[in-house]
């Protein structure tokens, strides 16, 4: 099978000019660009520029996805509208990085995976339009992508023994049982486990609501602070009203200036995965005793019209069909349950045996029956 590599970058903040997009056209013939996304598809080869650095000049997102299991998403994030000191507390391993871009004008969030479990043929495209809104919750202060992203690095640092099992985990932010619709496409990027992410929810309290009415707390901000607000917004600064918006949450809840994140003690990595394997047998406890009630009242639906059962029988016996003798052979398995939960095998057996005789020469019906151990 042949290889498969997909880049997307996307422009967000502002697009690109007929100059920069005809630049961009030149790293490779394959390349699809327009003035807000740039793809590129190789089948063989690779690409030929610097993802990173194509990212700092000219877009905000980037996405990469290879056929070996390599996943990448990276976003540019102007450099005062994200907290690097609190990123960088959910930073493990080489799979979640955060560093200032030359200039310092902007910050680079990498997370970057390879898992050979995902080792599949899975085209790229639609994945980074589906994902880009992690880039405006990350610049509100919403970091639930980079816990996510963390449970999936630590669980393979852990494994590979790059870290310890008695790492704690990072900050856990509100709202991790409550994802966007962007986090679930992240969960099902990464393939990120449902149990250590159900495990990591329970110390996870809800997000609570925006404060509603933060024009109000404009006469709380100082005279210098307003003025200095005004003269920027003169110079045409981008994201200023993004800046603006976050200072008067700050004043509207200055007790809480961040997303509320659990007060109760960090678990290591060792405990969550313990809780993750005790998660999975109760799910599936829970699964089997929902399983054997559907069955059991099944077979009491079944045993109020035990006769037409026997009937429909013979009836798909007489047809000479695999698809009816299927169907027959699942009902004979439905009434061997429910001789087994009356303890009265005798009338069964009796039946199959005189199936048996009848359709000897069926060795179609015979064979069905026999991998079934109705006979």
């Known amino acids: 099978?042949?290889?498969?590599?997909?880049?997307?970058?996307?422009?967000?903040?502002?697009?690109?000019?007929?100059?920069?997009?005809?630049?961009?056209?030149?790293?490779?013939?394959?390349?699809?660009?327009?003035?807000?996304?740039?793809?590129?598809?190789?089948?063989?080869?690779?690409?030929?520029?610097?993802?990173?650095?194509?990212?700092?000049d000219y877009f905000d997102a980037m996405l990469y996805m290879a056929n070996w299991g390599a996943r990448r998403l990276m976003f540019r994030i102007p450099g005062g509208l994200i907290d690097t000191k609190r990123v960088?507390?959910?930073?493990?391993?080489?799979?979640?990085?955060?560093?200032?871009?030359?200039?310092?004008?902007?910050?680079?969030?990498?997370?970057?995976?390879n898992d050979e479990e995902q080792a599949e043929w899975t085209d790229g495209e639609g994945w980074l339009d589906a994902?880009?809104?992690?880039?405006?919750?990350?610049?509100?202060?919403?970091f639930r992508v980079l816990y996510l992203a963390w449970l999936k690095a630590a669980e393979g640092a852990v494994e590979m023994e790059e870290i310890a099992e008695d790492t704690l985990e990072p900050p856990v932010p509100a709202g991790l049982g409550q994802l966007s619709p962007a986090l679930e496409t992240f969960v099902r990027f990464l393939d990120i486990d449902a149990a250590l992410l159900a495990v990591a929810a329970q110390q996870s309290e809800k997000r609570r609501q925006e404060h509603p009415q933060l024009e109000a707390w404009i006469t709380q901000l100082p005279g210098t602070e307003q003025h200095d607000f005004l003269v920027r917004l003169s110079r045409g600064e981008a994201n200023l009203s993004l800046l603006l918006r976050r200072r008067l949450q700050e004043l509207a809840t200055e007790t809480q200036p961040h997303e509320r994140e659990a007060k109760t003690g960090r678990r290591t990595i060792a405990a969550l995965r313990e809780a993750a394997t005790v998660w999975r047998q109760q799910q599936q406890a829970a699964a089997q005793r929902q399983a054997e009630l559907a069955r059991r009242r099944h077979l009491e639906t079944l045993a109020a019209r035990e006769p037409q059962v026997w009937?429909?029988?013979?009836?798909?016996?007489?047809?000479?069909?695999?698809?009816?003798?299927?169907?027959?052979?699942?009902?004979l398995q439905d009434l061997r349950d429910l001789a087994t939960s009356r303890g009265d095998m005798a009338d069964l057996q009796q039946r199959l045996a005189d199936i048996e005789r009848t359709y000897s020469n069926r060795s179609a019906l015979l064979r069905r029956m026999r991998q079934s151990r109705l006979i």
């Open 131 to 142: 994902l880009i809104a992690l880039r405006e919750e990350l610049i509100q202060g919403d």
């Open 311 to 331: 009937q429909e029988i013979e009836t798909l016996l007489e047809e000479k069909k695999a698809s009816a003798y299927d169907s027959a052979v699942s009902l």
């Open 1 to 56: 099978m042949s290889e498969y590599q997909y880049y997307e970058f996307q422009a967000i903040d502002r697009p690109l000019t007929a100059d920069q997009q005809a630049q961009v056209a030149t790293l490779s013939s394959r390349a699809h660009v327009t003035a807000h996304m740039a793809s590129f598809v190789y089948n063989y080869g690779d690409f030929r520029g610097d993802p990173e650095q194509l990212l700092r």
């Open 88 to 113: 960088k507390l959910y930073c493990i391993s080489e799979a979640i990085d955060v560093r200032q871009t030359p200039k310092k004008q902007h910050v680079i969030v990498d997370l970057e995976f």
